[in-house]
C-alpha cells in the first residue's frame, strides 16, 4: 500500500498516510486537504505538540476518530505533557475516541507500545508492507529520540529500540527527517548500539 508522506515544516513533525490512518497531526489541513476524505483514524505515535499542533483543525475536517496511548492521553489537554509552553502555543484540548494500549490493530497497522521518549509513545507496524511509523523513537542513520523531557526514560527507550530491532523491517517512516524506503532495520539496529552508549 503506497505511503503518503506530509513533511513537517521547520520544528513540526512529519505526518503519514497509510490507507485511512493519518499518522500524527503536525501538519496543517491544508497540507492534507486533498486526502480528508480518506481519514478515518488519526494515530498519535505521542503527544509532544509538534505531532499534535493541528489536531484540532485536522478532526473537524476529516471528522476522524483520534487515537493515543492511556499513558499520553494527558498531552492532549496538559501543557507539561504536550511541552506546548517551549512552542509558545497551548495544547489542542482534543478529547480522544479510542485510547490504546499497544496490540490492538488499525487500519492494517499493528500498534506496538515503544516508551522512553514519553511513557505512552507508540509506533505503528505493517507486517504485510515491512513498514514502521515510528514518531521520535528512532531516526535515520542510527539515532533516536529524546529521553530528557517529562516522562522520559533511558532504559524504557533502550526496550523499545530493542523490540522495534526485532521486527522485519524495510521501510522506516520516522516523525522528523526523510523517511527511509529500503534496509531500515539496518537504521534501528544502529539505533539499538548507539542508546548503550549512553549508560
Known amino acids: ?8 515544516e521547520g520544528y513540526f513533525a512529519n505526518s503519514y498516510i497509510f490507507g485511512g490512518v493519518l499518522v500524527d497531526a503536525g501538519v496543517t489541513p491544508l497540507a492534507l486537504a486533498r486526502h480528508a476524505d480518506r481519514i478515518e483514524s488519526v494515530v498519535l505515535t505521542h503527544t509532544h505538540y509538534d505531532h499534535i499542533a493541528y489536531l484540532k483543525e485536522i478532526k473537524a475536517l476529516t471528522g476522524a ?6 499513558f499520553d492521553a494527558a498531552g492532549l489537554s496538559g501543557e507539561r505533557a504536550s511541552l506546548a509552553p517551549m512552542f509558545g502555543a497551548r495544547p489542542p484540548m482534543t478529547v480522544p475516541d479510542r485510547i490504546l494500549e499497544g496490540g490492538e490493530r488499525i487500519g492494517g497497522l499493528e500498534v ?61 517512516y520516522p516523525g522528523h527527517g526523510e523517511p527511509v524506503r529500503t534496509g531500515g532495520i539496518r537504521h534501528i539496529r544502529a539505533a539499538a548500539i548507539a542508546v548503550r552508549e549512553m549508560r
Not at 136 to 146: A, E, L, N, Y
Open 112 to 172: 506496538i507500545h515503544t516508551p522512553g521518549h514519553t511513557p505512552g509513545g507508540i509506533s505503528l507496524y505493517s507486517p504485510e508492507e515491512r513498514a514502521l511509523f515510528c514518531g521520535d523513537i528512532v531516526f535515520p542513520g542510527g539515532s533516536f529520540g529524546r529521553f530528557d523531557f517529562p516522562g522520559g526514560d533511558l532504559d524504557a527507550l533502550t526496550g523499545s529500540i530493542d523490540r522495534l530491532a526485532a521486527l522485519d523491517v524495510e521501510a522506516l
Open 65 to 70: 476518530e483520534v487515537c493515543v496511548h492511556a
Open 1 to 8: 500500500m503506497p505511503v503518503v508522506w506530509l513533511p513537517g
